[in-house]
């Protein structure tokens, strides 16, 4: 079955860095998308970032790019979200999902969230 | 602002049949079949209920049903269960720089 395990959240001051992770395993992982998509306390979803399923294309929302970087290592079947310049508004739940497709159509399966906080 | 506009609310008795709206734009819903609706029960991961705007995941209920005219989407929840009780979201697919928006959520009381 399709699993996917966020790690890397915690408390992080502002201006500071935070590398995500998410594994995967129950599925070809190098054939798909993937997205990461945020959720502040008591707020409704945020998309953040896609990548296609080899690398060669990532799509950011604008409150993310310049300081948000999507990437994945394909023999690591691991999907990575490097966070920089951090603020208090990145404060969230950060859940990795897998697109039903290598470009994008919809998110079938999420993982549980990894929580993170900037403040000092 | 969210991209994709939905109620903040809805409500409705067991049994009852309730539509939620998201309304968005011919650079989103209304251009693209990529629209998916998604459950989130508090505390926990949301999960997929319609894609491609009205195709149903294996396991989902068919009292869930979605629908497109124009540049809005619905989902209709039809004999109402306590259990559909949560919050939903709509999301699409956008040809704008930012290639995918979700809505602001629609919070599902039953009575």
């Known amino acids: 079955q399709v699993q996917l395990v966020e790690s890397g959240g915690g408390v992080v001051q502002p201006g500071g860095s935070l590398r995500l992770s998410c594994a995967a395993s129950g599925f070809t992982f190098s054939s798909y998308g993937m997205h990461w998509v945020r959720q502040a306390p008591g707020k409704g979803l945020e998309w953040v970032a896609f990548?296609?399923?080899?690398?060669?294309?990532?799509y950011y929302a604008d409150s993310v790019k310049g300081r948000f970087t999507i990437s994945r290592d394909n023999s690591k079947n691991t999907l990575y979200l490097q966070m920089n310049s951090l603020r208090a508004e990145d404060t969230a739940v950060y859940y990795c999902a897998k697109d039903a497709q290598y470009s994008g159509s919809y998110l079938d399966y999420w993982g549980q969230g990894t929580l993170v906080t900037v403040s000092s | 602002q969210s991209a994709l506009t939905q109620p903040a609310s809805v409500s409705g008795s067991p049994g009852q049949s309730i539509t939620i709206s998201c309304t968005g734009t011919s650079s989103d819903v209304g251009g693209y079949n990529y629209v998916s609706w998604y459950q989130q029960h508090p505390g926990k991961a949301p999960k997929l209920m319609i894609y491609?705007?009205?195709k149903r995941p294996s396991g989902v209920s068919n009292r869930f049903s979605g629908s497109k005219s124009g540049n809005t989407a619905s989902l209709t929840i039809s004999g109402l269960q306590a259990e559909d009780e949560a919050d939903y979201y709509c999301?699409?697919?956008?040809?704008?720089?930012?290639?995918?928006?979700f809505g602001g959520g629609t919070k599902l009381t039953v009575l």
């Open positions: 491609d705007v009205s």
């Open positions: 999301s699409s697919y956008t040809s704008s720089s930012t290639f995918w928006v």
């Open positions: 990548i296609r399923y080899d690398g060669s294309n990532k």
